[in-house]
């Protein structure tokens, strides 16, 4: 129980009726999760407002109401708090109601369209093996140290971000590695928190569905940046020209990392190959078991983060050239002389940079099979473009469904189709359901071949009309390729 004036500790009032000393069992954003003594707070979504629901909160026993406008009538004994922004004061009373965890804990952030998984998997991995209690935020799980909690969202909502700080303070975590996507902050799922640093990776195309041009996307990512108190560090990508657009106005310490620019961590590339990559970083060469330029860079801001945070250059690079990166990124699965990597790439930046990794290590003998998908209810713009990157890039692209949520599978597949010319079609196949997909690259290859199954990564499931199917891509193409070697 928190007393309701301490919650609201630094949440920007518009006014206040009623008991401001009650005490508040839980901040609660949703009425059907309200509980006797909840604060609700009514925050406007993208679907409703929930505002409309504070009927339902006080219905369910909430005490106190948080909201931008008042309802009328006004109900008794309810404490009625009207603020600025109930997005951000959400954020700021679930920390002062988890005793403000981000104080006691150095939290790094990292955002960028791709690379943030990869990014807070590796300093996570890091950061244990150097023996610190460490917490992840992270698409494919959350994790206080090897605990494993499973994760809904990228970011967590603003409730579940300061309860699992608050974990990992108790569990003696003095680390935390968090992905902070371009919709959480907007949605300020991470206001009220303090942040050591921040990191940011690139900016390419995707979800312009939700933020409308890139510009406001760009806007998204740099509000991060404008946020960063001034003893935090803000590391950003050189050699991505939204660097130096991140560093305007940021009052943390400006620091870069780069494999073409000067920067305060430069790497060059000495090789490449689907065995790991051979960095130069300060006149030393270091292997790394991770695959292609686009992890060069992760690593680089992984360096770059970790000595902003105190740590050893050497002790640094000597822990992370053992790491493997995290699951469903550029997996390799090899049976009977056909290698199958499955990759999360699901924008076209991501798919462009995987492809040409694996066709700057292909001998131009093999053929390289792409099995590509769109996610349905999600950025239309991206899927003629991931398309044609997969026609121009590979020896055959199969077009096939990834999540295709409420949308009908084969108005994705049309979408796709309409980035290719009539003469690439023939490069072309279309097939709707996933395992015959794969499986029809399966039989297509010969041995020495290589098939890239991109879009799912680590998920392990396809989202169909609401409903949630096992579905691996890993497992799916290691049973196929073990059927096929047995015959
Ligand atoms: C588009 C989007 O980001 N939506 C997120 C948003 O929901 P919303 O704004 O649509 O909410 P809404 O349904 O309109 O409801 C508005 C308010 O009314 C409340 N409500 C609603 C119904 C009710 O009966 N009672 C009630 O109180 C809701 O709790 C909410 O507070 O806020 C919710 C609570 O935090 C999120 O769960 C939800 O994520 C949805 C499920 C989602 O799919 N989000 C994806 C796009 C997302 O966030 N992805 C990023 C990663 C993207 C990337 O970089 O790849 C992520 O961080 O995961
Ligand atoms: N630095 C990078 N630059 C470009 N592409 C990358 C980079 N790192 C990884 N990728 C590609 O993007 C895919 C997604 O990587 P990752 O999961 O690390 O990104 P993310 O930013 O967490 O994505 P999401 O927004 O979906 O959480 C990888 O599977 C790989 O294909
Ligand atoms: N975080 C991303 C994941 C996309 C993964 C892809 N498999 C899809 O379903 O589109 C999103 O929600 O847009
Ligand atoms: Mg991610």
């Given at each position: 129980?928190?007393?309701?004036?301490?919650?609201?500790?630094?949440?920007?009032?518009?006014?206040?009726?009623?008991?401001?000393?009650?005490?508040?069992?839980?901040?609660?954003?949703?009425?059907?999760?309200v509980?006797?003594?909840?604060?609700?707070?009514?925050?406007?979504?993208?679907?409703?407002?929930?505002?409309?629901?504070?009927?339902?909160?006080?219905e369910k026993?909430?005490?106190?109401?948080?909201?931008?406008?008042?309802?009328?009538?006004?109900?008794?004994?309810?404490?009625?708090?009207?603020?600025?922004?109930?997005?951000?004061?959400?954020?700021?009373?679930?920390?002062?109601?988890?005793?403000?965890?981000?104080?006691?804990?150095?939290?790094?952030?990292?955002t960028?369209?791709?690379?943030?998984?990869?990014?807070?998997?590796?300093?996570?991995?890091?950061?244990v093996?150097?023996?610190?209690?460490?917490?992840?935020?992270?698409?494919?799980?959350?994790?206080?140290?090897?605990?494993?909690?499973?994760?809904?969202?990228?970011?967590?909502?603003?409730?579940?971000?300061?309860?699992?700080?608050?974990?990992m303070?108790?569990?003696?975590?003095?680390?935390?590695?968090?992905?902070?996507?371009?919709?959480?902050?907007?949605?300020?799922?991470?206001?009220?928190?303090?942040?050591?640093?921040?990191?940011?990776?690139?900016?390419?195309?995707?979800h312009?569905?939700?933020?409308?041009?890139?510009?406001?996307?760009?806007?998204?990512?740099?509000?991060?940046?404008?946020?960063?108190?001034?003893?935090?560090?803000?590391?950003?990508?050189g050699?991505?020209?939204?660097?130096?657009v991140?560093?305007?106005?940021c009052?943390?310490?400006?620091?870069?990392?780069?494999?073409?620019?000067?920067?305060?961590?430069?790497g060059?590339?000495?090789?490449?190959t689907l065995e790991?990559?051979?960095l130069e970083?300060?006149?030393?060469?270091?292997?790394f078991?991770?695959?292609?330029?686009?992890?060069?860079?992760?690593?680089l801001?992984?360096?770059g983060?970790?000595?902003?945070?105190?740590e050893?250059?050497?002790?640094?690079?000597?822990?992370?050239?053992g790491i493997?990166?995290a699951?469903?990124?550029?997996?390799?699965?090899?049976i009977?002389?056909?290698?199958?990597i499955v990759?999360?790439?699901?924008?076209?930046?991501?798919?462009?940079?995987?492809?040409k990794?694996?066709?700057?290590?292909?001998?131009?003998?093999?053929?390289?099979?792409?099995?590509?998908?769109?996610g349905?209810?999600?950025d239309?713009?991206?899927?003629?473009?991931?398309?044609?990157?997969?026609?121009?890039e590979?020896?055959?692209?199969?077009?096939?469904?990834?999540?295709?949520?409420?949308?009908?599978?084969?108005?994705?597949?049309?979408?796709?189709?309409?980035?290719?010319?009539?003469?690439e079609?023939?490069?072309?196949?279309?097939?709707?359901?996933?395992?015959?997909?794969?499986?029809?690259?399966?039989?297509?290859?010969?041995?020495?071949?290589?098939?890239?199954?991109?879009?799912?990564?680590?998920?392990?499931?396809?989202?169909?009309?609401?409903?949630?199917?096992?579905?691996?891509?890993?497992?799916?193409?290691?049973?196929?390729?073990?059927?096929?070697?047995?015959?």
């Amino acid at each position: 129980m928190k007393v309701l004036k301490d919650i609201l500790y630094k949440v920007s009032l518009t006014s206040t009726i009623g008991d401001m000393e009650r005490e508040v069992s839980g901040i609660v954003f949703d009425s059907r999760k309200v509980e006797a003594g909840s604060a609700f707070v009514a925050v406007a979504g993208t679907q409703v407002d929930g505002h409309e629901f504070i009927g339902t909160a006080l219905e369910k026993g909430a005490s106190v109401i948080i909201c931008e406008k008042l309802p009328e009538p006004i109900a008794a004994d309810v404490t009625y708090v009207q603020v600025v922004n109930s997005a951000k004061a959400l954020g700021i009373a679930a920390a002062n109601f988890f005793d403000n965890p981000s104080e006691k804990i150095k939290v790094v952030a990292v955002t960028g369209t791709n690379g943030k998984t990869t990014t807070v998997t590796l300093l996570h991995q890091l950061f244990v093996s150097m023996g610190y209690g460490t917490g992840l935020l992270s698409t494919v799980e959350n994790k206080i140290n090897e605990e494993i909690i499973p994760a809904t969202h990228t970011t967590p909502d603003a409730v579940s971000v300061q309860a699992l700080l608050r974990k990992m303070v108790d569990k003696g975590c003095s680390h935390c590695f968090m992905e902070a996507s371009s919709h959480a902050i907007v949605q300020e799922r991470i206001a009220g928190l303090k942040l050591a640093g921040a990191v940011f990776t690139n900016i390419t195309h995707d979800h312009l569905d939700y933020h409308g041009t890139f510009d406001e996307y760009i806007k998204a990512k740099k509000k991060l940046f404008d946020e960063l108190p001034k003893d935090a560090f803000a590391l950003v990508n050189g050699d991505d020209k939204r660097g130096a657009v991140m560093l305007q106005n940021c009052k943390a310490s400006h620091q870069t990392f780069a494999l073409k620019t000067a920067a305060d961590f430069k790497g060059k590339i000495i090789s490449n190959t689907l065995e790991g990559l051979e960095l130069e970083i300060n006149n030393k060469m270091i292997w790394f078991r991770m695959i292609g330029a686009f992890n060069a860079y992760n690593l680089l801001g992984v360096l770059g983060a970790a000595m902003l945070l105190g740590e050893e250059e050497d002790e640094v690079l000597r822990m992370l050239s053992g790491i493997r990166g995290a699951k469903g990124r550029f997996d390799r699965i090899a049976i009977g002389g056909i290698i199958a990597i499955v990759d999360y790439a699901h924008t076209p930046d991501a798919l462009d940079n995987v492809l040409k990794t694996i066709n700057g290590v292909r001998n131009g003998n093999e053929q390289l099979i792409t099995v590509v998908g769109c996610g349905g209810n999600r950025d239309k713009t991206k899927r003629p473009v991931m398309a044609k990157i997969a026609v121009n890039e590979s020896t055959k692209a199969i077009f096939t469904s990834d999540n295709p949520r409420f949308e009908e599978p084969m108005d994705i597949l049309r979408d796709m189709q309409a980035g290719i010319g009539p003469s690439e079609m023939r490069k072309t196949l279309t097939i709707e359901d996933r395992r015959e997909a794969i499986k029809t690259a399966v039989m297509l290859c010969r041995r020495g071949d290589i098939i890239l199954i991109a879009g799912k990564g680590h998920e392990d499931y396809q989202e169909i009309k609401g409903v949630k199917h096992h579905f691996d891509d890993a497992e799916v193409v290691t049973e196929i390729l073990e059927q096929m070697t047995e015959n």
